[in-house]
């Protein structure tokens, strides 16, 4: 899939979605992620709550509007047990734009699953549908994962070569 509204495929429908403002971390190498209000205000959106939930649309408008007012934003969806959907984060898994053993495994025994970089550009993120027997998170501190089936905003591709590397990485996999 070459784009984030071609790899969302159905969950585009689902209005869950909001928008993060972005603070790059120098100390971490990565952004400070806040949920925000469609305005921009400064004030942090509680974005566990489904009255701030937005559609695909109106979130994508919101995001254009505020990176027009030139600030740092993207896309955010917050995932709930209901859905069937999971989303497993692979952190330090990059090394040299290569994704390690473990990361090439996890994706090609995951066909179909949505796959980009995180804001950090060290590690993957997995996103796919299916019912999993784990509680709202499950991590694994020894190979750096974390499990999620409920309870948890996800950012969507921080920056657009986000999405151009997805495919280098989904061709270096098969």
């Excluded at 984030?4 to 209005?15: D, F």
């Excluded at 403002?21 to 469609?38: I, Q, S």
């Excluded at 473990?102 to 950090?120: H, I, N, R």
Aim: hydrophobic share 35%; glycine share 10%.
């Amino acid at each position: 899939m070459n784009t984030l509204h071609e790899a969302l495929g159905t969950l585009r429908y689902v209005p869950q979605f909001f928008v993060w403002r972005l603070t790059w971390n120098t100390a971490e190498g990565k952004f400070d992620k806040v949920p925000c209000y469609p305005d921009g205000s400064q004030y942090a959106m509680d974005a566990k709550e489904p009255r701030n939930w937005m559609s695909y649309d109106a979130a994508r408008e919101a995001l254009q509007r505020l990176r027009n007012a030139g600030g740092q934003y993207t896309l955010g969806f917050y995932l709930t047990e209901s859905l069937g959907v999971w989303f497993l984060d692979i952190d330090k898994c990059v090394k040299d734009g290569q994704p390690s053993p473990l990361a090439t495994a996890l994706v090609q025994m995951l066909p179909g699953v949505l796959c980009e970089w995180s804001s950090s550009g060290n590690g993957l993120h997995l996103i796919g549908r299916g019912t999993l027997p784990v509680a709202r998170r499950k991590k694994v501190k020894e190979l750096d994962l974390e499990l999620y089936t409920d309870g948890r905003g996800i950012a969507f591709g921080l920056h657009e070569p986000c999405y151009t590397n997805i495919r280098m990485i989904m061709k270096t996999l098969k």
